[in-house]
């Protein structure tokens, strides 16, 4: 048995590694994923925004340092001509100007920023709005704005420490869980590469299963003294083998780069996650092939099945943000374990959906045996019979 899914998988795996159609159609969801969240990094994340300095004394250098360490927006130095003519054109979101007379009106406490926002998006206006205001109160409260030391509390995050005295009526007390914040692009990217163990899975066995229809081998396996237990191995361990030789080589460069940085000690549960989402997949992919008669109408479908699966597993968002009905619908899916469980492992202290996570990816993985070893046999045995006739 072990000898005829290794000769199944090796077909399999060969077969995908040398026809350029079926490659592409591996990557190409992933890699237009990946583009995705990259736009919606830049998009989203940071807005281009004009500073108009007019004044340069000690007061104005502080607030520009401050406005350039925003993670709102990027500052980009023009005149106010230069800063007009960009807000007709949208280049930019908005214009900040640092007045000429800012010393002397700080010291007066009457100083003041001037920022004129194309408030046409909610969410990159209340950018601006943020970081504009941080940026005045770091001047008069360092510790309200973040920049002052940090020391340990006992919750294993940071809390500001305040050194002075706060003008405010109200303070603030700020505990991050962890330092420093995970970068957005980050955070997307590990729903990329359950993506890419989930389409690499689901599309290697669909396509190996539909091609055999196609081609006219599932006739030929009929006849075979081979198990179809044995044969449905071989796809299910191809599909496998596809998509951890992908997210390997992924993971890997990224990890060595530094972009991915796990503790030692949590790479075996990432590994584990990863085989397990892999596992997983190739059940919806022998669905998917036995759904369809031709390769052509089998990559359609497994791309829209895999590209649902990821949105529904948290691709651009977290899953407990979304409606209840939502999030039920997304516990259905495989790629929800396997999203919420790389982000324990790379980002969190503790892991405490783990077993969870593992036990559902590994169910789907051996339900995926059984139910393809049972639907494989259907139309292996509807041939035999009519043969037989």
């Known amino acids: ?52 300095q007019l004044g340069h004394g000690p007061t104005a250098k502080r607030l520009e340092r401050i406005l350039r360490e925003s993670d709102g927006f990027w500052l980009k130095p023009y005149t106010p001509e230069q800063a007009a003519r960009a807000l007709r054109k949208q280049w930019v979101a908005g214009a900040i100007t640092i007045p000429a007379d800012i010393e002397e009106a700080a010291a007066g406490n009457k100083g003041h920023l001037d920022a004129l926002i194309n408030n046409v998006d909610l969410d990159f206006s209340d950018d601006i709005r943020r970081s504009v205001s941080k940026a005045a109160v770091s001047l008069d409260a360092p510790s309200l704005a973040g920049q002052e030391d940090e020391s340990e509390t006992n919750l294993g995050g940071k809390v500001k420490s305040r050194p002075e005295a706060n003008p405010y009526l109200v303070d603030l007390s700020e505990i991050d869980l962890r330092r420093p914040d995970v970068p957005f692009l980050i955070y997307q990217m590990v729903s990329v590469f359950a993506l890419l163990a989930l389409t690499a899975g689901l599309l ?90 031709r390769v052509t109408t089998t990559v359609l479908l497994g791309v829209n099945v895999a590209s649902a699966s990821f949105l529904l597993g948290g691709g651009f968002t977290t899953v407990a943000f979304l409606p209840p009905f939502l999030q039920a619908a997304a516990r259905a899916t495989p790629t929800y374990y396997a999203v919420e469980g790389l982000r324990e492992a790379l980002f969190y202290t503790e892991m405490p959906g783990l077993a969870r996570n593992l036990g559902v990816l590994l169910a789907f993985g051996i339900s995926s045996v059984v139910i393809g070893a049972w639907l494989l046999a259907r139309p292996m045995r509807q041939k035999n019979a009519a043969r037989l006739k």
Do not use: K
């Not at 077969?15 to 190409?28: C, K, M, Y």
């Not at 009929?222 to 993971?251: D, I």
């Open 204 to 293: 290697v066995t669909a396509l190996s299963i539909a091609g055999d229809r196609e081609s006219g081998t599932l006739r030929i396996l009929a006849l075979a003294p081979a198990s179809r237990l044995a044969v449905v191995c071989g796809h299910l361990a191809a599909g496998v083998a596809a998509a951890m030789l992908l997210t390997t080589s992924l993971l890997v460069p990224l990890a060595l780069a530094g972009a991915l940085n796990a503790p030692p000690s949590r790479w075996p549960a990432i590994a584990a996650l990863l085989l397990a989402t892999a596992m997983g997949s190739t059940g919806v992919g022998v669905l998917v092939g036995l759904a369809t008669r």
């Open 1 to 52: 048995m072990i000898r005829v899914a290794f000769a199944v998988a090796r077909c399999d795996v060969a077969r995908w590694l040398r026809s350029p159609t079926l490659l592409a159609a591996t990557l190409i969801p992933a890699l237009g994923m990946t583009l995705m969240v990259l736009a919606l990094t830049y998009a989203v994340g940071r807005q281009p925004v004009a500073l108009v």
